[in-house]
């Protein structure tokens, strides 16, 4: 199993600020009132009174006040299917799995697109409550051994020091920067750190 990251690796950008700017530019209203909540609740978070789970799904909450929410998420997978990398392309294979902590609810619309069976991301429910915990360092090789409790993990790929965890599990592992991978090795000097 080939495990990857999405969000600046398959992906040339970051989905979460990629659905927000089209949120502000189809449903300006909506998306300005969950941006304005959630930097209320920042505050909190950064003191350490609440979970970034709940800044998480306040900053979103617009896609799911959409009438046909659904119809917006798959227009704009359709408009970003150009950001797919062209080194995933040719390096693609039925054994890819994504797992990341934007919403299960636009990449498994990417997945579908791209021929990708297995997605593992954050979930939510159809009023934009997060299930569990943000997909994220830690909680992605919970979910990873979880869902595929017994088998090899070949090769992994990310952009970001915060999946060295990801890297570490797999026999090969590569660091992502725009088209280019680079073999990951203890005390690489990741560009992405978040």
């Known amino acids: ?9 398959i992906y040339d950008g970051d989905t979460c600020k990629d659905i927000i700017k ?21 505050k ?14 306040t900053m979103l909450s617009f896609i799911f006040k959409i009438k046909n929410y659904k119809e917006f998420v798959n227009d704009f997978v359709n408009l970003h299917m150009k950001n797919i990398k062209s080194f ?3 390096r693609q294979s039925e054994f890819d799995v994504i797992v990341t902590a934007s919403y299960e ?19 939510t429910d159809d009023k934009g409550h997060i ?18 409790p017994n088998i090899a993990y070949m090769c992994s790929y990310s952009d970001s020091s915060v999946d060295i965890p990801i890297l570490e599990l797999s ?3 590569f660091v992502v920067e725009g088209n280019n991978l680079n073999p990951y090795v203890k ?5 992405n750190n978040k």
């Open 44 to 57: 909190k978070y950064k003191k350490g009174l609440i979970e970034f789970e709940i800044v998480k799904e």
């Open 131 to 148: 299930i569990g915990k943000n997909c994220k360092g830690e909680e992605k090789i919970n979910r990873i051994k979880e869902e595929f």
């Open 171 to 173: 026999n090969i592992a």
């Open 1 to 9: 199993m080939n495990i990857y990251d999405f969000d600046d690796t």
């Open 88 to 90: 995933y392309k040719e």
């Open 22 to 42: 089209y949120g502000l530019k189809k449903h300006p209203i909506l998306t300005t009132k969950s941006l304005i909540k959630a930097s209320i609740l920042n």
């Open 105 to 123: 609810l636009w990449i498994n619309v990417f997945a579908e697109k791209i021929g990708i069976k297995h997605v593992i991301g954050t979930k």
């Open 187 to 191: 005390g690489y000097k990741f560009k």
